[in-house]
């Protein structure tokens, strides 16, 4: 069964474009190389005067997720360079099984 894990993230306003290229950059290619990764959608918009930041992936089942998250598939994975960009650093991350 396949499954969805959803992240979030903001940046301040000025960082918005700068976040965003990090991402096509580093983040991208990190999951694309995972085994077990089916695709993905980044999602963004401004809100509140801040950059916000949704991330969807989408994996063939549980046990892939650990290859890229770790034994805690919960845990919200992070990059170095988030410190630079990200406002908060949200611990956990959703999941839902994809049913149709």
């Known amino acids: 069964m396949m499954i969805a894990r959803i992240w979030h993230g903001k940046t301040k306003i000025e960082d918005y474009e ?27 918009n401004i809100k509140n005067n801040e950059g916000h930041f ?14 890229f998250a770790g ?3 919960e845990k919200a ?3 170095p360079e988030d410190e630079h960009f990200l406002l908060e ?9 994809i049913f149709a």
Do not use: M, R
């Open 18 to 44: 700068a976040y965003t290229e990090f991402i096509i950059k580093t983040a991208i290619p990190d999951y694309e190389k995972t085994a077990g990764f089916v695709k993905l959608s980044f999602l963004k």
């Open 71 to 73: 034994e805690n598939i």
């Open 77 to 79: 994975k992070y990059y």
């Open 89 to 97: 650093f949200e611990e956990n991350v959703e999941h839902f099984e």
């Open 54 to 67: 949704t991330l969807i992936t989408y994996w063939k089942n549980w046990e892939v997720i650990k290859n």
